[in-house]
């Protein structure tokens, strides 16, 4: 491979003395609404893919600078393969600003490079990635980020969320992080299993994991609030409720425990990424692109190694020895195996009647990721796959892609799993930042991620069929009156448009389930209110007969079917017979 980082010294120092001049003759060229900012000290930067491959193992040092990179509508691609690419040197970025922006600290020759292209820089030298968001201290969290609990702190209210709630949650011990294999300390990985011990044979089953990379804090925070959300909702939020009654959520919210405790910001290597396996005790710094470990997320099996890694073994994407070497990557995805097959091949499609899915927590992108990662290739199960990306984009307002849409990288988590058993699997890059902002957390990354989960637990009972139908919405009742909303139009099209289609019928079920397996589920037709199924979205209504019920509380379920044939998942409500 050339040495582009030699290539770009000497072109830097060439011409670093007419840049002013250079800068002059462009802004002229430039439209009016970035011609403020150039005669702010900005000068011109942008992304050659392979020179970010090249820059991509360049550790922080004295000659690097933090900077804001501003980028257009049309540069948001390239603009998050910088993001991804400088990794803990791009650790935050502001896509809603007048101007959207990135914050990175790259070198002057970078800074040449992108200058070429076309990107617009300026100079962000009091910029402090710990601090970037004014978050009061607290003793019990990530020093500065008061939402943020501490490896130790997962590990404890995960323990207490399962002694609190035994018929609910069970905490299970799925294997050892690196540094307790090699008597070095280190933790247990823990699993919980949440679903409601009520003998009745669970047809639904979601994986959820957080902290595979270290310094990522909203993934392990995320995971253990969405565990809390379903706990305190059961008994009072029929979907909740019902979720739990018949499938297994199993959260894992923090796969590598070792490394997030490096990140935790009580030492000052908060910028840690991999694992804590100090490789034949090699020479590794500790901070940014250059520490030891093995990287989990290219440490998983299929086309291990082939895409999206560097063999430098101090490298952020250093894949580790082989695929699989590391014991965090073996306890996920011993889970991973318990999972029924429905697949023949990863070049074959996985059957539609498929049950279970998977969502990876990471940050950040703001992106809805899916298989195949590795390549270009499409998944066997590509349009499926997509749908159901769209759907859960809905909710977090995240772009849905193909992950290798940014660049490719293989061993991953959801690769891997898709590959191995046909099960739909996604990563979730959430958020603007790696050390987010508190108050975006809580405002708008915690809550809409959440209703993505929700939806992600609805439907894992048939994920590649039920995001093609109709989401159940608004479900009450006034007495024995029964009303809902069926809407066929609930799709993020920002990267595409999922195909639509009229409203055909609508149904409710008594305290029984509907599943394809579960025949003896009763329906009852429920009516247009305005007369007929004849839009995308419909109002519908019906009369409960409630007599031969006992008294008490009871579910009713409540599902639509488009045009397409294809029914969505139910949404519940409780009624009460006195």
Not at 227 to 234: I, Q, S, T
Request: charged letters at 20%; hydrophobic letters at 35%.
């Amino acid at each position: 491979m050339k040495n582009h980082k030699a290539e770009n010294r000497i072109h830097w120092n060439r011409n670093r003395f007419s840049l002013k001049e250079e800068i002059n003759q462009k802004e002229k060229k430039m439209r009016p609404r970035y011609q403020s900012l150039l005669k702010g000290g900005l000068f011109l930067l942008a992304l050659a893919v392979v020179c970010v491959f090249a820059f991509q193992a360049t550790a922080q040092d004295d000659a690097s600078t933090w900077y804001k990179i501003y980028y257009t509508k049309a540069q948001k691609i390239q603009a998050l393969r910088i993001i991804k690419e400088l990794g803990s040197r791009a650790p935050e970025y502001f896509p809603d600003e007048p101007y959207p922006y990135i914050v990175a600290r790259i070198s002057n020759e970078e800074a040449w490079a992108y200058y070429e292209q076309g990107f617009q820089v300026e100079e962000h030298s009091d910029y402090d990635p710990r601090h970037a968001a004014s978050i009061i201290r607290s003793d019990r969290a990530v020093p500065g980020y008061t939402c943020y609990r501490t490896a130790a702190e997962t590990i404890a209210d995960m323990k207490k969320l399962a002694a609190d709630h035994p018929g609910l949650v069970t905490l299970k011990d799925i294997g050892d992080s690196y540094l307790k294999t090699t008597g070095q300390g280190g933790e247990d990985i823990w699993k919980l299993e949440l679903s409601k011990s009520n003998g009745i044979f669970k047809r639904g089953r979601l994986l959820v994991t957080g902290g595979v990379h270290a310094r990522e804090y909203v993934g392990p925070e995320l995971a253990l609030r969405f565990a809390e959300y379903l706990v305190d909702n059961y008994g009072t939020n029929p979907d909740v409720t019902w979720i739990l009654n018949y499938s297994i959520v199993e959260i894992i919210p923090l796969v590598n425990p070792d490394g997030r405790k490096m990140a935790d910001g009580t030492t000052m290597q908060t910028d840690w990424r991999k694992n804590n396996h100090k490789h034949d005790n090699n020479n590794c710094g500790t901070v940014g692109s250059n520490h030891y470990g093995a990287d989990l997320n290219r440490n998983f099996k299929y086309k291990w190694g082939e895409s999206g890694v560097d063999w430098d073994v101090c490298a952020e994407t250093y894949p580790g020895k082989s695929a699989v070497s590391e014991p965090e990557t073996k306890a996920v995805r011993n889970v991973m195996l318990t999972y029924r097959d429905y697949n023949t091949s990863p070049t074959s499609p996985a059957s539609t009647d498929a049950r279970g899915l998977f969502i990876d927590l990471h940050s950040h992108g703001r992106l809805v990721l899916w298989p195949w990662g590795y390549g270009d290739a499409l998944a066997p199960n590509n349009t499926q796959l997509q749908t159901l990306g769209r759907k859960l984009a809905f909710f977090n307002n995240h772009t849905p892609e193909k992950a290798s849409g940014l660049y490719p990288a293989s061993g991953t988590t959801d690769d891997d799993l898709y590959a191995e058993k046909g099960i739909p699997a996604y990563t979730f890059e959430m958020g603007t930042a790696f050390f987010q902002g508190c108050s975006a957390f809580e405002s708008t990354i915690a809550p809409q991620n959440l209703k993505a989960l929700v939806y992600a637990a609805k439907a894992c009972f048939q994920p590649y069929k039920y995001p093609k139908g109709p989401d159940a919405l608004n479900v009450a009742l006034s007495g024995t009156n029964l009303t809902a909303t069926i809407n066929d139009t609930r799709y993020n099209n920002s990267n595409g448009s999922e195909p639509t289609q009229n409203i055909t019928a609508a149904e409710y079920y008594i305290d029984q389930f509907p599943d394809p397996e579960w025949p003896l589920a009763k329906p009852y037709a429920m009516s247009a209110t305005d007369g007929s199924f004849n839009s995308k979205t419909e109002n519908v209504r019906a009369t409960i007969n409630t007599s031969g019920l006992a008294k008490g509380k009871h579910m009713i379920y409540v599902r639509g079917k488009d045009a397409g044939n294809n029914w969505g998942p139910v949404s519940a409500v409780f009624l009460t017979v006195n």
